[in-house]
C-alpha cells in the first residue's frame, strides 16, 4: 500500500508563487514515477509534470519554463515549484504515483487546491 499526501496549496495573487510538496509512504519502492495532476472546474484532469525513478522530466506545454517538478534523494518526496502563477492555473493539485507493477492501480493523493487571484 503507498499513502501520498500533498502539502503547500493555497491562494496567490497572479504573478506570485507556490511550492507543492507530495509525501509518499508505504511501499515506496512500488512507485516508478511520481507527478501531479490538476482538475480544474468543469474541466478533465490533466497532467502538469512527472518526474521518473531515474530523474527524467516531462511538462504540460501550458506550464513549461514556470514550473518545476524535483524528487528528493529518498524518492518518497516530490515536489511542484510554480512561478508566475495565472489564473488559468487555479485548480485542485493532485500527487500521482506511477505503480512499477503493471495492472495495479495507480496512487493519487486527495489533492490540495490552489487559487490564482487577485
Known amino acids: 500500500q503507498v499513502q501520498l499526501l500533498e502539502s503547500g496549496g493555497g491562494l496567490v495573487q497572479p504573478g506570485g508563487s507556490l511550492r507543492l510538496s507530495c509525501a509518499a509512504s508505504g511501499d515506496i519502492f512500488s512507485i516508478k514515477a511520481m507527478g501531479w495532476y490538476r482538475q480544474a472546474p468543469g474541466k478533465q484532469r490533466e497532467l502538469v509534470a512527472s518526474?521518473?525513478?531515474?530523474?527524467?522530466?516531462s511538462y504540460a506545454d501550458s506550464v513549461k519554463g514556470r514550473f518545476t517538478i524535483s524528487r528528493g534523494n529518498l524518492q518518497n518526496l516530490v515536489h511542484l515549484q510554480m512561478n508566475n502563477l495565472k489564473p488559468e492555473d487555479t485548480a485542485v493539485y493532485y500527487c500521482h504515483g506511477d505503480p512499477v507493477v503493471p495492472g495495479i492501480d495507480d496512487y493519487w493523493g486527495q489533492g490540495t487546491q490552489v487559487t490564482v487571484s487577485s
Open positions: 518526474v521518473t525513478s531515474m530523474g527524467s522530466t
